[in-house]
């Protein structure tokens, strides 16, 4: 099998359906190589682009450095879109899961470059109707260099239609910080440990509350306040 140092390998972001690593992931790859144990080769085309590999290939670079040679699969494909629609399906068929912003990263992708969607959902195992839901999250932020963005559940909610261009810096912030939790659920969770006197009193803890209360009370100021009963429930 063909060998290559792992620092001519590259990672081309429109090419991989990752759009970031799992550090954890390949901390557990790591201990895994210096324990002795196997994994499969990774992909690369004939110039060296990353196919299929990419927690495998910084877990080799952690343990043996990028001037080490790793054993390689070479691909060879007609298209980019040929080489995207290949990494998908590898990535959704073993290793970490992708997550449902890379599924919907990629599936905007593969759908631009003309695949249509009962592909793509077959490369990314996953059924047309969750397809469809996933692209309605899917905002293009047009400017020097276009932007795919994959909005996180509660913010595509509350967005609803809202392109691209319509982002305002502070949302696309919001949607890289936020969890898939809802806001109401995350504010209450935030109430009980005010009642129960568990929240951190360290000093950053106290400047994040105190912000957080600055910005609830503009944001909620034009709502009528509850009740005392009310409160209490909450």
């Keep these: 099998m063909p060998t290559i140092k792992i620092n001519k390998v590259h990672l081309v972001e429109e090419l991989y359906p ?3 690593l799992d550090w954890v992931h390949v901390g557990h790859l790591a201990d ?3 324990a002795g144990a196997q994994v499969p080769p990774i992909e690369v085309t004939d110039k060296g682009v990353l ?3 990419a927690h495998r290939l910084e877990a080799y670079r952690r343990v043996y450095g990028g001037e080490h040679e790793v054993e390689v699969r070479v691909l060879r494909f007609k298209s980019d879109a040929e080489l995207l629609e290949h990494a998908a ?4 068929r073993h290793g970490l899961r992708l997550s449902a912003q890379d599924q919907a990263r990629t599936a905007y992708m593969l759908l631009e470059a003309g695949l249509k969607p009962e592909r793509v959902a077959q490369a990314l ?3 047309r109707e969750r397809l469809e839901g996933l692209v309605e999250r899917v905002r293009v932020i047009s400017g ?3 932007r795919v963005v994959v909005l996180k559940r509660p913010l595509a909610q509350a967005l609803g239609g809202t392109d691209g261009v319509g982002l305002i810096p502070a949302q696309i912030e919001a949607n890289e910080m936020v969890s898939g939790s809802s806001p109401v659920g995350l504010a209450r969770q935030l109430l009980a440990h005010l009642r129960a006197n568990t929240y951190p009193t360290d000093t950053e ?3 994040v509350l105190w912000k957080l209360a ?3 009370y503009t944001y909620a100021r034009p709502a009528t306040p509850p009740s005392d009963s009310q409160s209490a429930t909450a």
């Design 125 to 127: 195992s996953i059924t």
């Design 32 to 34: 895994a190589l210096r």
């Design 205 to 207: 803890a106290l400047e």
């Design 214 to 216: 600055t910005q609830a």
């Design 18 to 20: 990752r759009h970031r």
């Design 51 to 53: 196919v299929d590999g």
């Design 89 to 92: 399906r590898a990535n959704s």
């Design 144 to 146: 020097p260099v276009q």
